[in-house]
């Protein structure tokens, strides 16, 4: 089911892609589509996370602050130490998303805490304390080191730093969601938590390793888009959760948890680069870009609820 | 047991506002004031408004997320209105009109379409936020009539406005609606039990659509006061007050689960978070402080009964 759906959706995004062509035959060259994919690894990376967040029955509000608030850290970092190199750069990202990522995990694991609530709570929290440690100051791009700024552009075989995490996070979920005992477990934990209980699947610990996976990389894109903008203050990526949730839901991941495939999300991350790409070309202004990603998102919530009833129907008894 | 914890945390939202007016008081010379404190209400009518029927939802089950782009969309229609010279009761039935048209989507969404109400409220929020990006971009609305200002800006009798009169009219309302009609109980037999509602007669889906109908239309009628008060649309108008009005909610005690709550817990806090928000800014203190505040009082409200149900006694596993 999942995979027929991938295949019609990867179908669609191609026919945006030759309309987008056919009107501007430019749009098409290797170049612009690297860049494209470029300007949209960081949604690919935050879809991934925030998929094994869904994928458990969870939601994650807060990815758009753990990244603007470990962006923050790692540029203040920077800036008291602008000579200590990449790796404590990039370890202090990951260290400080796991950690925002395991606190919401705790909260939904341990106290069994509606998620919803979690990381609108902690969405604010994170948003309040950037203000708290920048003392609403902007971290420019003459306060950032160069190696800091230079490997996010850096390209190896024509791509750049960016496109091979993105790229290196959809193979490593597609192995480990596929090979991968904790990644079956989770489509478990999700689809039937009771069922999976009885097998001896924890489903609460499985959704606290999605919140950290997703805290993980939600760190990881905080330093990426402070590098990449070359700016650091509180309210960058402000909504960008929406984006981010929206691309899992056009990708075909069900709200009900247990449904969804990571060429899906890809895809609907690619669907929406593509359009963000293509609206200022058509001619139509960057402003239209929210209304259509609303219509996608309702096209295709409304087109998967049809067919959760179907399948619900004969292979359920009774849900939840 | 229920009504029992309930009145206690009623209580304890009457002794929290206590202690704030105490407080505010000796921190400042200026907050004991009857115009003071008229002024401050503002900081909370609109949303509180909103609030009243969101509460009833969220008893009822369902969560809208929609409503501050439900706001924005009906800001910018009357805006639009304004601009080809409609006078203010035409205005008022724009506003009012577009609510309840966005309400009623939300509500064939959930209950003809099946979706989870989560799920298309994220969608119809992109949507209206995306529809008032789009008609209005980067421009302002504000050839409002003079008489349009009356809603926001005029006085009922002295220190009482117009909107925190509607506010106390309303609110008894709702409470008489809630808690003395059968419509009332109605809603939360839906919250606790929406099978066995249903099995009882109740036409559940009829009640889910009536309410989300509401929300829209009370949407709608908080824009009025809103666009009247400011004079002025932009798109962004009321970005991130979902977060605040859902805040109100729960912090009065409504349950995320569905079932429980009442309407004088949500009129407390919505009192308590509007002074709480007017003290502040009498220190000086910026608003990104209070939502860290809103925030952890937003985990701390729902973990407390969760931990509270731990401690005596470790009750079996639910799936959660």
Known sequence: ??????????????????????????????????????????????????????????????????????????????????????????????????????????????????????????????????????????????????????????????????????LAAIVGAILALRFTNIGRDMYAAGGNPTAAQYSGIEPGRMQFIAYTVSGALAGLCGYLWVARFAVAYTDIALGFELQVIAACLIGGVAIAGGVGSVIGVVLGCLFIGIVRNALPLVGISAFWQMFINGLVILAAVLMSARHRDQKRSTLEARAV | MNMKSLLRWESMLVFVLICEFIFFTSASPYFLDIWTISDASFNFTERAIVALPLALLIIAGEIDISVAAIIALASVAMGLGAAHGLGTPELVAIGLGTGLVAGAINGTLVTVGRVPSIVATIGTMTLFRGAAYAVLGDRVLKDYPTSFAIFGQGYVLGPLSIELALFIVLAVAFGIFLHFTRWGRAIYAIGANPIASSCSGIAVNRYKFALFTMTGLFSGLAAILLTSRLGSTRPSIAQGWELEIISMVILGGVSVWGGKGGIAGVVLAAVVLGFVNFGLGLLNIPGIVMSIIVGALLIVVVAIPAVAERWPMRVARKTP
């Open chain 1, 1 to 166: 089911m999942t995979s027929r759906r991938d295949l019609a959706f990867g179908l669609l995004t191609l026919a945006l892609l030759g309309a987008v062509t056919l009107a501007f035959p430019g749009f098409a060259a290797p170049n612009n589509l690297v860049e494209v994919f470029d300007d949209t690894a960081i949604l690919i990376l935050l879809a991934i996370g925030q998929m094994l967040v869904i994928l458990t029955r969870g939601i994650d509000l807060s990815v758009a602050a753990n990244l603007a608030l470990t962006g923050m850290i790692v540029a203040l970092a920077n800036r008291a130490m602008p000579d200590a190199g990449l790796i404590p750069i990039v370890s202090i990202a990951l260290l400080s998303g796991i950690l925002l990522g395991a606190f919401n995990g705790l909260l939904v694991w341990k106290l069994r805490l509606p998620p919803i609530v979690v990381t609108l709570g902690t969405m604010s929290i994170y948003r309040g304390v950037i203000y708290l440690l920048s003392k609403g100051a902007w971290v420019n791009e003459n306060e950032m080191s160069r190696d800091f700024l230079s490997w996010v552009r850096a390209e190896f075989l024509g791509l750049t730093t960016l496109c091979w995490l993105a």
